[in-house]
């Protein structure tokens, strides 16, 4: 692959872990606010617990390492983000002032004085410019302003507190219109610091109408470039005060050396200066901005760093700790080719720089000629080409080990958090009060429901009252409702058939069809006496198995309700009975279909064509021979009907005696059965007695406590926090 591929094939291999990095920050932003509920929690549990040991423990349980962490991780994740979002890659260029920073810049990119100033006359440099190469383009430049907020909070006030300046305004709009306070402590870096809040408020007339702008960035052509970077013309005669309100430019140009791929050079403002905020820019700038950094140093009277150098390079170091700065920063010495150069000076400097490891490489060049530089920057090309991926694992597993750590350090305090509330809701003074109103209970609910299911069977053999009404009530209705045809209808019919018959197989048809939809009503009838049987059940269990305590409802809901409240196990290693019981009382229905139906079909034979038993006309038919034949036939159909069903009045009561002793078999008789049910109500005695109400309190509060842990614990699970293996 050519060069500008292989960093197109760099960028790719990052992009994907981008969306994995935004997933992992948003929840940790999720887990901030869980725990913060958690701990609302636990004050109002200190506050209602009157346990002394437990309010201890709560105390013990300390989320503050947990919640400085994921403040500690958070803006490294927004700077991975950053880095693993660019669509190119990007090269530092720091210094401080008078070093030739800019004019290695002018080398490199084949841009003047006039877009990258370089004047020895003082600071020039005024604002951070991204120098972005691509291929057969005009050089243009893009500019983004602070908004008047921006300006004001991040440039204006930071002088004030440095200064000790007051009173502070409230605004950039204010500090524009008020004189500036005088300036007490006259020292020589305070009134230079002072001169440049003095350039911000006697210039804004100058600047301001950059607020105004439409466009953010504003674009401008190559000859107006200086002007918004620059605190002076190129001759030394003009001050520029554009740059006052530029938080940054953004320059596109071709650069002389072809297949450079999609590559951005930063030059930051020099370093040395009094404008407070420089510094700053600088550390942002290396810490989320670039992926290798070239340092440029000037020696001149010496061999050693000076101590400038040092600040600007552990300002450097201190922009990105996750990953030693010594991976991807590279030194360039700037040699002067005179007889009084600095040749020396420069050899000695890169001997003892090397010897202590600060940088990836050390080079001696002249930065103004365009084929050292050049050279530099295939070298740091080349150094990223073959381990920028390996940095970038580096510095994403560094925020990954300090996420497993949060990870780590909440799973400990959630496991002491889990079983805080045992004691006061598992309190052994209680177990003889609960096992004296259990027994009670027991005795109780067992015998009731004994006495029910002896009624059910004294009653086995009688007609079941709702079934009958039902029964007796449709019978009557299909007497009445025949839904016979008039003889005007046979007529007609038989016109169009051209037949009595067929006219006659189609009414037999419809009249059997029309006879057995009344027979569907009786799954009211059904269904009203078995849940009059499950009723009963219910109040038994409300009244003597105490369980109202448990749920509002009545009758089959109640049942519902008090199922789905059994724990899924209440034995260790048991199949849980009751539940099972339960479960298998509300599934149980009589319905017509499955009850009844098939004994209806097989005595509407008569109303069925060409079966034995059906009536058949004389060979002279005629309307009334028809309907005589129809009503005849209805009428044998519904008293074979009514004999079927009356043979069938006791089956529901039956039904209802076998599924209640069933159901009593599985909540009383199995072995473990005394065991599950002492289980059950012991976890809702505060429910179900008043000598528990202080537990059934407490229960509730430990209730909610385990499901916030829970919550806390489901977006605390590893798989939420990995966005590396």
Not at 158 to 186: C, G, V
Not at 240 to 263: H, R
Not at 278 to 302: R, Y
Not at 702 to 719: A, C, T, Y
Request: with cysteine; net charge negative.
């Amino acid at each position: 692959m050519s060069r500008s591929e292989r960093i197109e094939h760099i960028i790719q291999q990052r992009k994907p872990l981008v969306e994995k990095i935004t997933n992992v920050t948003n929840n940790l932003y999720t887990l901030t606010s869980r725990i913060k509920t958690l701990e609302t929690f636990k004050e109002k549990l200190a506050k209602e617990i009157e346990d002394s040991a437990i309010r201890q423990n709560l105390s013990y349980i300390d989320f503050t390492d947990t919640k400085e962490q994921i403040n500690a991780i958070l803006p490294n994740l927004s700077k991975l983000k950053t880095r693993f979002d660019r669509a190119t890659l990007n090269i530092g260029v720091v210094g401080m002032a008078r070093q030739g920073k800019s004019r290695f810049l002018q080398s490199l990119t084949g841009l003047s004085t006039e877009e990258i100033p370089d004047s020895n006359m003082g600071f020039c440099t005024g604002v951070q410019s991204a120098i972005c190469h691509k291929e057969n383009i005009t050089t243009s430049g893009l500019v983004w302003f602070y908004s008047p907020q921006e300006l004001f909070n991040e440039v204006i006030l930071p002088y004030y507190d440095t200064l000790n300046l007051a009173p502070k305004p409230d605004n950039i709009y204010e500090f524009a219109q008020s004189i500036l306070p005088e300036l007490l402590d006259k020292s020589e870096v305070n009134k230079a610091t002072y001169q440049h809040l003095k350039d911000y408020h006697d210039h804004f007339e100058d600047y301001q109408k950059w607020f105004q702008i439409n466009s953010n960035p504003y674009g401008i052509d190559k000859e107006k470039i200086r002007e918004f970077v620059s605190q002076i013309s190129s001759d030394g005669k003009v001050k520029y005060y554009n740059y006052l309100p530029v938080k940054k430019v953004e320059i596109i140009c071709s650069f002389p050396k072809s297949d450079l791929g999609k590559i951005v050079l930063i030059d930051t403002p020099g370093i040395g200066d009094t404008k407070l905020n420089d510094p700053d820019i600088m550390v942002k700038t290396v810490g989320e901005d670039i992926d290798a950094v070239i340092f440029i140093k000037k020696p001149v009277d010496n061999s050693q760093l000076e101590k400038n150098d040092l600040l600007l390079y552990g300002t450097a170091k201190s922009a990105l700790k996750e990953l030693s700065i010594e991976l991807w920063s590279f030194m360039v010495l700037n040699k002067i080719d005179h007889e009084h150069g600095n040749s020396k000076q420069c050899e000695a400097l890169k001997i003892e720089i090397d010897r202590k490891n600060m940088f990836q490489k050390s080079l001696v060049i002249n930065c103004t000629k365009t084929e050292e530089v050049n050279l530099v920057l295939e070298e740091v090309l080349n150094y990223l080409d073959n381990n920028i991926i390996k940095l970038d694992f580096m510095y994403a597993q560094s925020c990954q080990n300090e996420i497993d750590k949060i990870h780590q350090s909440l799973n400990r305090e959630l496991d002491k958090a889990k079983n805080i509330l045992n004691k006061v809701v598992h309190d052994s003074a209680d177990i003889g009060k609960f096992n004296k109103n259990f027994s009670l209970l027991w005795t109780n609910l067992t015998s009731t429901l004994e006495k029910l299911l002896k009624q059910l069977n004294e009653n086995r053999d009688k007609e079941a009252v709702e079934f009958t009404k039902e029964v007796q009530r449709t019978i009557e209705l299909a007497r009445q409702d025949k839904g016979l045809p008039s003889l005007e209808d046979i007529e007609e019919k038989a016109n169009e058939f051209k037949s009595y018959n067929s006219a006659y197989d189609l009414y037999l048809n419809q009249t059997r069809a029309y006879l057995s939809r009344h027979f569907l009503s009786l799954d009211k009838g059904l269904k009203l006496y078995l849940d009059e049987v499950k009723n009963q059940v219910a109040e038994v269990l409300i009244n003597q198995g105490r369980l109202k305590g448990l749920s509002d409802k009545k009758g089959i809901e109640f049942i519902q309700e008090i199922m789905e409240k059994i724990p899924d196990e209440l034995l260790p290693n048991e199949e849980n009975q009751i539940k099972f019981g339960f479960q298998m009382l509300l599934d149980f229905e009589l319905s017509y279909r499955g009850f009844v139906q098939h004994r209806i079909r097989e005595n509407l034979d008569i109303l069925t064509p060409d079966q034995p038993n059906t009536l058949k006309l004389s060979k002279t038919s005629n309307p009334e021979q028809v309907l005589k034949c129809l009503t005849t036939a209805h009428a044998e159909a519904v008293y074979k009907c009514e004999e079927a069903l009356e043979s069938l009045l006791c089956e529901p009561s039956q039904a209802a005696f076998a599924i209640v002793e069933e159901f009593l078999d599985r909540i009383l008789r199995v072995q473990n059965a005394r065991d599950e049910w002492s289980t059950f109500l012991y976890i809702y005695r505060g429910d179900i007695w008043e000598d528990f109400q202080k537990i059934k309190n407490y229960s509730k509060l430990q209730q909610e406590w385990l499901n916030m842990i829970e919550e806390l614990s489901k977006v605390n699970q590893s798989d939420n926090l990995k966005f590396i293996q």
